[in-house]
C-alpha cells in the first residue's frame, strides 16, 4: 500500500525520462534511490515543487543527496617497530 502511495506521488512529480532514471538508479543504488525518493516526496508534501521535475533537475537532486550521503574515508597506518639495530653491524 505505501509503496503504490509513493509511485503515485512520483509518477506526479516527475516526468517521463527523470522517472527512466530514477527507476535505473534503483537497479545499480537501492539506498541512493530510496533517499532520492523520499526527498522528492518531502518536497512534494510541502509544496516545494513547481510542476514536474525534469531529468535535468533529478541530476541536481542526485548531487545535493550524494554530497549529503557522502563517506569520508580514513585510512591509519599502524606501524610497528621492527627489532632491527644496525649496531650489530659494526
Do not use: H
Not at 527523470?18 to 541512493?32: E, F, G, I, Q
Amino acid at each position: 500500500r505505501e509503496a503504490e502511495i509513493r509511485n503515485t506521488i512520483l509518477a506526479q512529480v516527475l516526468d517521463q525520462a527523470a522517472r527512466a532514471r530514477l527507476s535505473n538508479l534503483a537497479l545499480v543504488k537501492p539506498d541512493k534511490a530510496k533517499a532520492v525518493e523520499n526527498y522528492l516526496i518531502q518536497m512534494a508534501r510541502f509544496g516545494q515543487l513547481a510542476g514536474k521535475v525534469s531529468e535535468q533537475g533529478l541530476i541536481e537532486i542526485l548531487e545535493k543527496v550524494s554530497q549529503q550521503t557522502e563517506k569520508k574515508t580514513t585510512v591509519k597506518f599502524n606501524r610497528r617497530k621492527v627489532l632491527d639495530s644496525d649496531e650489530d653491524d659494526y
